[in-house]
Nanobody, 124 residues
Framework: QVQLVQSGGGTVQGGDSLRLSCAAS????????MGWFRQAPGKEREFVLA????????NYADSVRGRFTSSRDNGNHTWYLQMNSLKPEDTAVYYC?????????????????WGHGTQVTVSS
């Protein structure tokens, strides 16, 4: 069974940067599209971005385009979400999620495995 273990997160000020990590285990090749989602209090979970394995392309939500990027360390089966120019509205619990089909869509039901989530708080 694939497991995703997240690390990073915390409290930062507006304009700061933060990097989240998501390490996969229980898979041999781990050739996933890795998506990142977030959920703010009282709101539905929303798509942030997804990094596809096959061509390295990224699918972005408009709200983070130009500020957030994703990368991966193939040797360690670890993905990263780099968040720059953070805003208070970015405050949420962030989740990584693996799509075994490598489609990398924006809907949560397209993802097969989920991390436990990590809190990101951006103060103004």
């Amino acid at each position: 069974q694939v497991q995703l273990v997240q690390s990073g997160g915390g409290t930062v000020q507006g304009g700061d940067s933060l990097r989240l990590s998501c390490a996969a285990s229980g898979c041999t090749l781990c050739h996933f599209a890795m998506g990142w989602f977030r959920q703010a209090p009282g709101k539905e979970r929303e798509f942030v971005l997804a990094l596809r394995w096959r061509d390295g392309s990224t699918n972005y939500a408009d709200s983070v385009r130009g500020r957030f990027t994703s990368s991966r360390d193939n040797g360690n089966h670890t993905w990263y979400l780099q968040m720059n120019s953070l805003k208070p509205e970015d405050t949420a619990v962030y989740y990584c999620a693996a799509d075994a089909t490598d489609y990398g869509g924006s809907y949560s039901h397209e993802y097969d495995f989920w991390g436990h989530g990590t809190q990101v708080t951006v103060s103004s």
